[in-house]
């Protein structure tokens, strides 16, 4: 952490900011930094939350009171209300909320009328602390705790008047106790993305109620409260929430804020984010600078968030995954978008907050033991938006880092369920899978953004193969590996990019329609250019489709001198991410979303790590503010701290381009030194002396004291510390372009990737029994569809396929359980294999097997370097049934 004489010396030297000195890193912090945003244009899209890092609750001013998306805009002048609030996103909405509004000389319940005029100047919007003084003389602050907060209202009349609303009248309810000075109740307001847990409230003032009054004619539940009071007088609310019932609200008032004092209370919300804050120290960094470090770190730490409570010394909690919200024991955990998060926050939380990270992990498992999936977007339950499953990289990314305290077996399940099943609802698992396992890419004729499902699958798919081989699973990680090279499925060289390809094989476009700058279609928000080196999982691979090492720097190259025009293709209309994109001003590379955030590292892969070093630096430069006087902060969507996050990672030097594997690539440190205090008591020191605008090449790297050539670190080199000493200059140089300086990758040499596929494709079937008269005959067994079947009336079945073309080596095989009955799911099977259909050859037996799912596809490794012209499975035994069913079969070779 900083020492008490590091910290006296940032007091002395700091300027002041809303009017005290700048002593602690929360001090930096600016909360409504990206708050100048809305529908039409991000810069964060962001609200002023005051919280506890990972809190249950978040607290903020609401500009807007009838909306639950963008609630705060910075431009304009009055409060209208603050609340409780719950939301990852403007897009997801809030829930769960309701607002607070005090009032003087007399009391408005109509929202649009009851605003409070302020000024900036009069607003401190810290992590821990947020007070505005309104221009009537009335001030609010809150301090907040883990599921509550400490509130001080300083009334400036006699007459005063707190106001508490729900969102609607049919979703809420309100009881003031007068005599003991609480009110309580609950709001029960959902999003459009499903149900969540009624959300109780506890509330306890310091002064007595002079009067109440429910109001009628609102279009919310209202009630307010009078105080007497003298000019000048602080009247101090406690208040607490629950997601269980009124009297665990109460419990958590009683557990977290008691009879503490509101300073108190503030002071250990500062507590709290310093010790995370403090984490990082920096020297070399301006006033400014500072603001954005620290600000940034606050983003990072403020998602996901808690959602479990302390019942009498147990975790429990509502579970928001499993219908009807029934009462569980343990942690649980919600409020993440695992598209944007899984780049660099779940990394960041690895290396710095591992035990938390672990933690954190394990209540998303418990969703998935919940609900039977790992929700994509949480917020609270299951979404259906984003493209991929990116628990499965962050899950095995964690694991391999060294993070243990999670369910690692339930982890996995929930990592094979998402890779390995088809789900008919759309909220949960990958969509097309139905077709897309045996494709080996996702079609676009049959899913929208098709491209984007694929390569985030392949990653993910890269992600359970680098577990499965920890974990001793060898078949999974050999069938996952191989299927994480499925990339070039979708790359088109006559147009030199990843495409959207149909069902039939033929992509979506001609060659001459195609346009690598059209948005949408087989894209997530995005276009060609912004996924054309989505597989770091295997640069080396990737390179080797354009053409070599020097092709893909060429290709990055190319990227950012584009032309920075866009097409709104499939969109029909100009959507915020194209004008962000368009304003980040560097060609068609779009810093202002995700999808994009690997690819100036890529340069490591291509041998010309100088470009990474040298565009970062206009990155870190050009696309964070600080926000102070204006809102802004960033370019885009600043979704659960992920655009935060790449900025910590690449001002500390390095990045985690390839998740799934336990490096970092190399970039180049921003400030002169960067100290990293690790979890485990030790530090790693980042020195980087002569650093700035100029010098912002790499000259030379040493580790620890050795000369370091690689442009990229293993994650055992730093998170045991040390120092990594950094010379820099004004020129590029050849430091780590050499061939044995680049990072690992699936593919070695020079060729493109081969991996194994489904050597089943045009040839004869048969089989000893099918019901081929109902459509679940023998060649629905190979049709590379999960939804029709091959189904016998036998236990004992065979299904025999001849290939065409010519003998092939068969590598590996999967079977694939159909849609009903798991009783007639085979247990015991032989793979035979022949050349003249006479003289059968067993390649592999299996006995006791299972399928936990319905259209799960399991796949099965062969010990065989023979080619065989015909393959036959032998069903031995079912699960008790006398009828066999098999959904599909893939013979995966060459």
Not at 54 to 75: E, K, Q, V
Not at 336 to 353: A, K
Not at 461 to 488: C, M
Not at 677 to 700: F, M
Request: some cysteine; charged content about 15%.
């Amino acid at each position: 952490m900083i020492s008490s004489k590091k910290m006296l010396g940032v007091l002395l030297l700091c300027p002041l900011w809303a009017g005290e000195a700048l002593a602690l890193p929360s001090d930096y912090v600016n909360t409504l930094r990206g708050s100048n945003s809305g529908g039409g244009y991000s810069r964060g899209n962001t609200f002023p939350a005051t919280a506890v890092p990972f809190g249950f609750n978040f607290w903020t001013p609401m500009t807007d009171a009838n909306s639950t998306s963008w609630i705060y805009d910075y431009n304009r002048s009055a409060i209208q209300a603050f609340t409780i609030s719950h939301m990852p996103s403007p897009w997801m909405g809030d829930r769960q909320t309701f607002q607070v509004m005090p009032q003087t000389g007399s009391v408005t319940a109509d929202r649009a009328s009851r605003g409070g005029a302020f000024s900036h100047a009069n607003e401190i919007s810290r992590a821990h602390y947020y007070s505005v003084r309104f221009n009537n003389g009335l001030q609010t602050e809150i301090a907040p705790t883990d599921h509550g907060a400490s509130w001080r209202f300083t009334f400036p009349s006699t007459s005063s008047y707190v106001l508490f609303d729900t969102v609607d009248g049919k979703s809420g309810s309100l009881t003031v106790d007068q005599a003991n000075g609480v009110v309580s109740g609950y709001t029960d307001h959902s999003t459009g993305w499903g149900p969540a847990p009624r959300m109780y409230f506890y509330a306890r003032f310091s002064k007595a109620i002079a009067e109440t009054q429910k109001v009628t004619g609102q279009r919310a539940v209202t009630s307010w409260v009078r105080f007497s009071t003298a000019p000048g007088e602080k009247v101090t609310m406690a208040i607490a929430t629950s997601f269980l019932s009124v009297a665990q609200a109460q419990d958590n008032l009683a557990q977290e804020i008691g009879s503490k004092s509101f300073d108190t209370v503030k002071q250990e919300a500062q507590n709290a984010w310093d010790a995370l804050l403090g984490k990082i120290e920096v020297e070399g960094a301006t006033e400014d600078q500072k603001t954005i470090l620290y600000s940034n770190m606050y983003r990072t730490f403020l998602y996901p968030n808690s959602a479990w409570e302390n019942v009498g010394g147990t975790p429990r909690y509502a579970s928001p995954y499993a219908s009807g919200h029934p009462v569980k024991t343990g942690k649980v955990y919600v409020n993440n978008g695992f598209w944007d998060t899984y780049r660099t926050t779940w990394p960041y939380y690895s290396l710095l907050i591992p035990t938390r990270a672990g933690e954190m992990i394990d209540g998303f498992v418990n969703g998935y033991k919940d609900g039977g999936w790992v929700t994509r977007w949480s917020a609270p339950g299951y979404a259906n938006i984003m493209v991929g499953t990116n628990s499965d990289v962050i899950f095995a990314d964690a694991y391999l880092k060294g993070v243990r305290n999670f369910d690692v077996a339930a982890a996995y399940d929930s990592m094979l369920r998402n890779a390995a099943t088809y789900s008919s609802d759309p909220a949960r698992g990958r969509k097309g899978m139905d077709r897309s396992i045996f494709l080996g890419y996702t079609p676009q004729d049959r899913v929208g953004e098709s491209t984007s499902w694929s390569l985030e699958g392949y990653l993910n798919d890269f992600g359970i193969g680098q577990l499965a081989q920890a974990l001793g699973k060898t078949e999974d990680a050999q069938y996952f590996l191989n299927r994480s090279l499925n990339y070039v499925n979708l790359f088109s060289p006559s147009v030199g990019f990843f495409r959207g390809k149909n069902t039939n094989g033929t992509w979506r476009t001609s060659d001459a329609d195609f346009k690598a700058n059209r948005w949408g279609c087989e894209y997530t928000e995005g276009n060609a250019w912004h996924y054309s080196v989505l597989a770091p999982q295997d640069g080396q691979g990737l390179a080797n489709l354009y053409s070599g090492r020097s092709g893909l720097a060429n290709k990055l190259d190319a990227l950012f001198s584009a032309a920075r025009d866009y097409d709104v293709g499939c969109y029909g209309g100009v959507i915020h991410e194209m004008v962000e994109a368009y304003d980040v001003n560097m060609g068609q590379y779009g810093h202002s979303n995700q999808p994009a955030h690997h690819t100036l590292y890529m340069y490591n892969y291509a041998g010309t790590p100088w470009r990474t070093q040298q565009r970062v630096r206009d990155v870190l430069n050009t696309q964070y503010k600080s926000g102070l006087g204006n809102g802004h902060g960033y370019l885009g969507d600043e979704d659960n701290g992920e655009l935060s996050a790449w900025y910590l990672f690449s001002a500390m030097g390095f990045y985690p381009v390839s998740m799934g594997r336990p490096e970092y690539a190399v970039g180049a440190p921003y400030f002169t030194k960067m100290t990293v205090h690790l979890e485990n008591g030790k530090d790693l020191v980042i020195n980087a002396p002569n650093v700035s605008d100029t010098n912002r090449y790499i000259q030379g790297v040493s580790l620890n004291g050795q000369a370091y050539t690689r442009n990229y670190l293993p994650h055992s080199a730093l998170v045991n510390g040390g120092t990594l000493d950094f010379t820099m200059g004004a020129s590029a140089t050849t430091w780590g372009s050499g061939a044995s300086d680049i990072p690992p990758s699936l593919t070695t040499g020079s060729a493109a990737p081969q991996p194994l596929a489904d050597v089943a494709k045009g040839g004869t079937i048969s089989a000893s029994a099918d019901n081929a008269g109902s459509g679940e005959g023998a060649a629905q067994g190979f049709d590379d569809d999960s939804l029709t079947k091959w189904l016998a009336f036998q236990s004992t079945p065979w299904i025999r396929y001849q290939l065409s073309g010519g003998a092939k080596t068969v590598k590996m095989y999967t079977l694939t359980s159909a849609n009903d009955f798991p009783g007639r799911d085979p247990r015991s099977w032989s793979l035979q294999a022949s050349n003249d259909g006479s003289t059968w050859v067993t390649l592999d037996t299996r006995t006791g097997q299972d399928f936990p799912w319905r259209y799960q596809t399991r796949a099965f490794a062969v010990n065989n370097n023979t080619a065989y012209s015909q393959y036959r499975l032998q069903i031995n035994e079912t699960h008790g049934d006398s009828i066999t069913q098999l959904a599909e079969i893939e013979l995966l070779g060459r």
